[in-house]
C-alpha cells in the first residue's frame, strides 16, 4: 500500500547538513527531501533494481544500508545472451549496468532507497554517463518490479523536478524490470574488496563517507556482502 509521508527536514537542517558535505570525490552529494509518497513499513522481503553508473559504486552504497539483506551487481534492460561484461561494455546490448537490492521494507523502504540512490548513489541528471563512464550502459535507470514501484518512482522524480533541487532536469528512465543477470564475480563487492583501487578511492569512497554523513540512522558500517570473502 502506498501511503503519504511528510518532508523530515526543515530548509534551516538543510543548510546544515549541506555544510557538512565533503567536497571530495568526481561528484558531490546532492541534499533532498524524502519522498511524499512511500510504500508501508511492512515487514518481509522485496527487491528493487537501480542503474546509475558504475555498478560498483553503486553496489557499494546499497550494501552499507540498514535494511539492506542482498546488493548484487549485475545487468538489465536487455537480452539474458548479452548479459556478458564485454559485450555489455560496447554499449550496444541495451543493458545497463544495474544492482539488485533486496530489502526488508519494515526497516526501509522503496522511497528512502530512491532518496539515497539519487542524492549520495549517482547523479541523475547525467544523460548516458555518469562521471568519467561514457555510453548507454551507465545511463540512470530504475527497473521496477511492480506497479507500486513504478507509481512512487515517478513521483519523486516529478517532486524533485518540481522543486528544483537539482540544477537540471533528472533523467533517470524508469521501466519494467524484464529480467536481472547477475555480473561476473571479480564484479561483486569490488568496492568493499579494493578501498584503495584509484577508480574506487577517488569515484566511489566518497560516496560511502556522503551515506554516512547524510543518513546516519540508514548507515551501516559492516557492509552485507555477495562473496563471503575474508578481508
Given at each position: 500500500m502506498i501511503r503519504p509521508v511528510?518532508?523530515?527536514?526543515?530548509?534551516?537542517?538543510?543548510?546544515v547538513l549541506l555544510s557538512c558535505v565533503p567536497a571530495i570525490g568526481a561528484e558531490e552529494a546532492i541534499i533532498i527531501p524524502p519522498p511524499a509518497l512511500d510504500?508501508?513499513?511492512t515487514p518481509g522481503q522485496e527487491k528493487a533494481v537501480f542503474a546509475g553508473g558504475c555498478f560498483w559504486g553503486v553496489q557499494g552504497v546499497f550494501q552499507h544500508v540498514n535494511g539492506v539483506t542482498a546488493a548484487v551487481s549485475g545487468y538489465a534492460g536487455g537480452r539474458k545472451e548479452d548479459a556478458d561484461y564485454s559485450m555489455v561494455s560496447t554499449g550496444t546490448t541495451g543493458h545497463?549496468?544495474?544492482?539488485e537490492v533486496s530489502y526488508d521494507p519494515a526497516k526501509v523502504t522503496y522511497g528512502q532507497l530512491l532518496q539515497i540512490f539519487f542524492s549520495v548513489a549517482h547523479n541523475?541528471?547525467?544523460?548516458?554517463?555518469?562521471?568519467?563512464?561514457?555510453?548507454?550502459?551507465?545511463?540512470?535507470?530504475?527497473?521496477?518490479?511492480n506497479d507500486e514501484q513504478e507509481k512512487i518512482a515517478k513521483a519523486y522524480i516529478a517532486q524533485l523536478d518540481d522543486t528544483h533541487v537539482f540544477a537540471e532536469p533528472i533523467v533517470t528512465e524508469v521501466s519494467d524490470n524484464r529480467g536481472f543477470f547477475p555480473a561476473e564475480a571479480y564484479h561483486q563487492d569490488f568496492l568493499t574488496l579494493n578501498p584503495t583501487y584509484p577508480y574506487i578511492l577517488f569515484n566511489d569512497m566518497p560516496k560511502i563517507e556522503n551515506l554516512r554523513l547524510l543518513f546516519p540512522g540508514a548507515f551501516r558500517n559492516e557492509p552485507v556482502l555477495v562473496l563471503k570473502a575474508k578481508r
Open positions: 511528510s518532508l523530515a527536514l526543515s530548509a534551516a537542517s538543510l543548510a510504500e508501508a513499513r545497463a549496468e544495474a544492482v541523475p541528471t547525467q544523460l548516458n554517463y555518469q562521471g568519467p563512464d561514457h555510453g548507454t550502459q551507465y545511463r540512470s535507470a530504475l527497473f521496477v518490479t
